[in-house]
């Protein structure tokens, strides 16, 4: 089954708003997570790492103050993009490592995904 | 930055011929993994590669790690359409933590 859940599947907003989406790992703890944004026919761009208890760290070219993520706990990283336009829809993925071990041997768990459409 | 290229792009087969995606890495990695995305789902963990000249099979699918530890394949033998899907491969950078993935092969089987 699932081992990272992600909230909601399918969000469709107007411009201007803001949308958050949730991630959780499921039966694991997770102390690092990682956002994703993929365009139509193309690959996963990483956006940022999420650390939980401290700051994300972002990749180059990605707005912090567009996309907020906070990593509350263990197992809940979430992501808010902040007055939405159009040009932020797209399809956002977080995925996380187990690093206990138990589950797998430190590939990427993804969730399944969130789409944005902003109108 | 580190750039993990794949080829081809696309590829469409009849069911039954055998395919192949190829992975170059512009660095030298010291694992590769590999990850399958169904149409409208997320990628999902296919294997990891980890010594030079490693080749893992599942099934019909073979995987090989390149001597120089920056290339790698996926072959897939006599595809089915339930193979359909697009397959990337993934390479950690930023000390390890983070994962890079390639640009992607998208496979289309048909009957």
């Known amino acids: 089954g699932a081992v990272v859940s992600q909230h909601p599947s399918r969000v469709i907003c107007k411009s201007g708003t803001s949308v958050k989406i949730e991630c959780r790992s499921l039966?694991?703890?997770?102390?690092?997570m990682f956002w994703y944004r993929q365009f139509p026919k193309k690959s996963l761009m990483l956006m940022a790492t999420?650390?939980?208890?401290?700051?994300?760290?972002?990749e180059q070219g990605v707005e912090k103050d567009k996309f907020l993520i906070n990593h509350a706990s263990l197992t809940l990283s979430t992501l808010t993009v902040t007055s939405a336009h159009p040009e932020d829809s797209s399809f956002y993925i977080c995925?996380?490592?187990?690093?206990?071990?138990?589950?797998?041997?430190?590939?990427?768990?993804f969730g399944e995904g969130s789409r944005l459409t902003v109108l | 930055g580190q750039q993990v290229m794949q080829i081809p792009q696309y590829q469409h087969v009849q069911e039954g011929e055998d395919f192949t995606t190829y992975c170059n890495s512009s660095t030298t990695l010291s694992n590769i993994q590999w990850y399958k995305q169904r149409p409208g789902g997320h990628p999902v963990f296919l294997i990891q590669l980890v010594k030079s000249g490693e080749v893992k099979k599942q099934k019909r699918l073979t995987f090989q790690f390149g001597e120089a530890k920056k290339n790698s394949s996926l072959h897939i033998t006599a595809t089915q359409t339930t193979d359909v899907g697009t397959y990337f491969c993934?390479?950690?950078?930023?000390?390890?933590?983070?994962?890079?993935f390639g640009t992607g092969t998208q496979l289309k089987v048909e009957l």
């Open positions: 039966d694991f703890q997770a102390t690092t």
């Open positions: 993934a390479g950690p950078t930023g000390g390890g933590n983070k994962l890079t």
């Open positions: 999420s650390n939980e208890g401290s700051k994300a760290t972002y």
């Open positions: 995925s996380a490592r187990d690093f206990s071990g138990i589950r797998g041997t430190g590939e990427l768990f």
